[in-house]
C-alpha cells in the first residue's frame, strides 16, 4: 500500500549535524501532514517536528532553533536537518505521513521502519 524509507542517520558527535531523507511511495493519492518522531530505548516515543501540506511546520520545545523539517510535494519526501546535535538527541528517529490512498479513499497514518541517531559526548 504505502512505505517510508528513512535514510541520513549515523554517528556524529556533539555539536555536529546529519540531514535525514524520508521517501513516501505506493498507492497514494496524497500526502496531508508529514512528520519526524524519535524514541530512546525504555521511553515512549516523542514527535519532534511536523510539516502540513500547506507549509505549516511544528517542533518540539527541546529541538527548536536546531532542527528544521522540509518538504518536497513532487518527490513525496520530507526532510529533517538536525544542527548541534546532543547527546540527548540520540535515538531511533520514525518517520510518519498521513495519506490518502486510491484504494482505501480515506487518510491513514503510515510509519517508516526508523534509523539510528547516535550523538556522542
Known amino acids: 500500500q504505502v512505505q517510508l524509507v528513512e535514510s541520513g542517520g549515523g554517528l556524529v558527535q556533539a555539536g555536529g549535524s546529519l540531514r535525514l531523507s524520508c521517501v513516501a511511495s505506493?498507492?497514494?493519492?496524497?500526502?496531508?501532514?508529514m512528520g519526524w518522531y524519535r524514541q530512546a530505548p525504555g521511553n515512549q516515543r516523542e514527535l519532534v517536528a511536523t510539516?502540513?501540506?500547506?507549509?505549516?511546520?511544528n517542533y518540539a520545545d527541546s529541538v527548536k532553533g536546531r532542527f528544521t523539517i522540509s518538504r518536497d510535494n513532487a518527490k513525496n519526501t520530507v526532510y529533517l536537518q538536525m544542527n548541534s546535535l546532543k547527546p540527548e538527541d540520540t535515538g531511533v528517529y520514525y518517520c510518519?505521513?498521513?495519506?490518502?490512498?486510491?484504494?482505501?479513499?480515506?487518510?491513514?497514518?503510515?510509519w517508516g521502519q526508523g534509523t539510528q541517531v547516535t550523538v556522542s559526548s
Open positions: 510518519n505521513a498521513d495519506v490518502t490512498t486510491w484504494s482505501a479513499r480515506r487518510h491513514d497514518g503510515y
Open positions: 505506493g498507492s497514494i493519492f496524497t500526502i496531508n501532514a
Open positions: 510539516s502540513t501540506s500547506g507549509g505549516s511546520t
